[in-house]
């Protein structure tokens, strides 16, 4: 069946004509907020990002400067978010925890306006132990495969600046991220092969598992079907991605619960 799919698709493909359009595009000077962030059970300063969207192609995202910004904890606790650096669009909260089963609410006062969105976080499950192998002499790879039952994605940070290969005025880290939303999305099947990390012994490989829930699965499957996983047979016509910010604001608002661990890599024969 999956021979039958690729063959469909190469013979498609293969079939589209090109054609040259020079047509200026053009951007619309949206008055629009854009908010990023999410909040964990790690107990860390948490970072709410506010922006502008592109005006461009390939732009960089104007900081929204100058907010107030609170985060309630059910109907009693707040917590104070202050803009650091100074017109950097981002807010650090004081150090805090976000507890499974609270209601989180993002408040944000900007230019006259106010905006808010509401999230709770679901349990995480436990990770499987960590798999990669080798890709060539001296050299490893991680192996990403799908976890547990519900929603969830993996941020790989691996380091082999303690070891001897890494030389000096090299950048010896890298970092992956493996959404795995448990969804049937045909784009996801055809995605783009990204870069791969290969690293040496020795290297150390951190991993923090996110729960997602229902609602920021939402969010990410369909911020991923229009950046990530485009440029395939399939692709759909493109459309805004859901938010749970009121009304003048995109982005999203999440509040996941985490696990990590920590790895060194050992010699495989």
């Known amino acids: 069946m999956n021979r039958y799919i690729i063959s469909l698709a190469t013979l498609i493909l293969f079939s589209c004509g090109e054609e040259k359009i020079d047509k200026p595009l053009k951007s619309i000077n949206s008055d629009l907020l854009v908010v990023e962030g999410v909040l964990t059970n790690e107990k860390m300063s948490h970072v709410i990002k506010l922006s502008h969207p592109y005006q461009n192609l390939n732009g960089e995202a104007r900081p929204a400067s100058g907010a107030i910004v609170s985060i309630f904890e059910g109907n009693e606790k707040v917590y104070s978010v202050l803009e650091t650096p100074g017109g950097s669009g981002n807010y650090l909260t004081e150090e805090m925890t976000a507890v499974f089963g609270k ?101 150390m490989v951190i991993r923090k598992k996110y729960s997602i829930s229902p609602e920021y699965k939402a969010y990410l499957r369909s911020a991923l079907s229009e950046t990530e996983w485009r440029g395939g047979a399939f692709d759909v016509q493109r459309e805004n991605v859901p938010t749970n910010l009121s009304e003048g604001a995109i982005g999203f608002f999440a509040v996941s619960t985490v696990v990590s661990d920590t790895t060194i890599i050992l010699e495989k024969p």
């Open 103 to 203: 209601k989180y609410t993002l408040l944000i006062h900007y230019q006259g306006k106010e905006f808010f969105a509401v999230a709770v976080s679901v349990p995480v499950e436990p990770m499987n132990k960590l798999q990669y192998d080798k890709a060539r002499e001296g050299l490893y790879q991680l192996q990403l495969d799908d976890s547990g039952s519900g929603p969830n994605y993996i941020d790989y940070h691996i380091s082999w600046t303690n070891t001897p290969e890494c030389q000096s005025g090299t950048l010896c880290e890298g970092r992956m991220i493996y959404y795995d939303l448990k969804t049937v999305d045909i784009n996801s099947l055809f995605k783009p092969d990204k870069e791969n990390v290969l690293f040496p012994v020795n290297a």
